[in-house]
C-alpha cells in the first residue's frame, strides 16, 4: 500500500492545519505493564517508559477503573497531513501557545499531530491557533 508521505513546508501546514479539539476528557495514566495490555485497544496512544507504560485514556474510563491521574485534557487534533519529516510546525505552534501561557503535549502520528491540552485552556488554545492561521494566512 503506497502512503502520502505528508506536507513538509511550513507555510502550507500552517495554512491547512485546520485546529479540531475533540470533546472526549482524556487523562495520562502510568501503569505497569501487564495493567497497561488492559487498556491499550481502548487508548489514544501510549509511550513505554522505564517507570512504566503511559496510556492516554478517557477520564471516564480511567475514572470507572480508579486509576490514579493528575490533570485533565482535551485533544485539539491538526488536520493537515503533515509529514513526519517537517521541519519547525509544531516548534511554532507550541511557542504561540506557550506565549499565552498554554502547556502542549504533543503526540505525532503518521498522518496528523495531536496537542494534548489542560481542559481549562482548549477552548483559549484553539481561538489562539486559528486567530494565529488567519493572521499568517492573509
Avoid at 474510563?61 to 485533565?72: G, H, I, K, Q, S
Avoid at 517537517?86 to 511554532?92: I, K, P, Q
Wanted: with cysteine; hydrophobic share 40%; proline share 3%.
Amino acid at each position: 500500500m503506497k502512503h502520502d508521505h505528508g506536507e513538509q513546508d511550513l507555510q502550507t501546514l500552517i495554512k491547512h492545519m485546520q485546529p479540531i479539539l475533540e470533546e472526549e476528557d482524556l487523562v495520562f495514566c502510568s501503569l505497569p505493564p501487564n495493567q497497561a495490555e488492559d487498556y491499550l485497544s481502548l487508548c489514544q496512544g501510549f509511550i513505554v517508559e522505564p517507570e512504566g507504560i503511559t496510556v492516554i485514556i478517557s477520564r471516564h474510563l480511567a475514572d470507572l477503573n480508579e486509576l490514579a491521574y493528575e490533570l485533565v485534557f482535551k485533544r485539539l487534533t491538526l488536520m493537515v497531513h503533515s509529514s513526519l519529516e517537517a521541519v519547525g510546525f509544531l516548534a511554532r505552534i507550541t511557542e504561540v501557545l506557550a506565549a499565552q501561557g498554554i502547556s502542549v503535549n504533543v503526540v505525532s502520528g503518521y498522518y496528523h499531530d495531536h496537542l494534548f491540552i489542560k481542559e481549562s485552556q482548549s477552548k483559549e488554545a484553539l481561538k489562539i491557533l486559528k486567530l494565529w492561521q488567519k493572521k499568517l494566512s492573509e
